[in-house]
């Protein structure tokens, strides 16, 4: 198996537990926040401010003036950093990468699927108050200002548009079922591998 | 089997080859062209004039200022008609529609699997030429108007945006191949059709 599945994902939609059963499923490594570790260890910048660049993202006037002497922003690094090792990742043989841009990042490797999940709006906020804990006053307001986050990290950081059909290969509503998902892309997966 | 698929496609993806497939492979009708005409036959128009409405939508204020005496443009009495038709076919059985806003149409019923398709334009342009015998001049700008017609149709007389994923459950990249696009619906539609 040589198929690296990059996996982009409304928050909320479950995308990253889907990631994790294909993962297992196909006996492949999974990369996610471990991903965002090792970049920070390559940077030799603390985990957790790497952590906050995507939050920082929106409100990042005073952030690049602040490091704006630099030859390269700091997210900007990060990003290049992250960006290596998705690349040496996706050279080490078939994984599934969720979030990070990784299908901008590897969009000239002919091994990848890239997938895109998303969920309705509802489902979303259920799930996020459900399964991921989270509790804030205005989950509606919250669980859009998450995908904001991840829209403005991926449209700062590449050419294409978060969300964008084209962008993907396959882009998926989860209110299919989790497992129905990951069976399709497992499917597809599969029949990349026989076509070669 | 109960399930109704809607496809939407860009012009050249392959996507009226796909559903025709699936709609043998399911062995359950397939509705397009054979659409319009029904709807024509139900509003006594000539069938011709029909076809030429999504053509007119892009350039319709002549158009519409001419019908404008009638109470509902005659556009909107032959979608009005299509749509009836797609309400009556949904209710028979399971079936394949393409085009005609179905997804749109039927988005209350809850039977239905929406399937937008579509493919790298340098992609397109090569099936334009070769399949359907397209023959203009500048092969690229003919087959981005004819997407602009399709969103222009849509977005007119829906209250989405036409090839956003969230109108669909799936939306997928006919570059992966017809069979396996053709598959990998199938075992969505099986999937579906399981789970009730």
Known sequence: MKTIITIAREYGSGGHAIGEQLA???????????????????????????????????TSLLYNLYFSAQSLPLSDQVFVAQSNIIKQ??????????????????????????????????????????????????MRAYVLKQDKNRAAYYNHFTTGSWGDAHNYDVSINS????????????????????SR
């Open 89 to 138: 990742k996706a050279e080490e043989g078939a994984c599934v990468i969720t979030g990070r841009c990784a299908d901008y990042v590897l969009r000239n490797n002919p091994h990848c699927l890239h997938v895109f999940i998303y969920a309705p709006l509802d489902d979303r906020i259920a799930r996020a108050r459900m399964q991921y804990g989270a509790n804030a006053k205005d």
């Open 24 to 58: 297992k499923e196909l006996g492949v490594p999974y990369y996610d926040k471990q991903l965002i570790e090792l970049a920070a260890k390559e940077t030799g910048l603390n985990a957790d401010f790497v952590e906050n660049i995507e939050q920082r993202k929106t």
């Open 175 to 194: 209110k299919l079922g989790e497992t129905v998902v990951m069976q399709c892309i497992k499917e597809l997966v599969l029949a990349k591998e026989a």
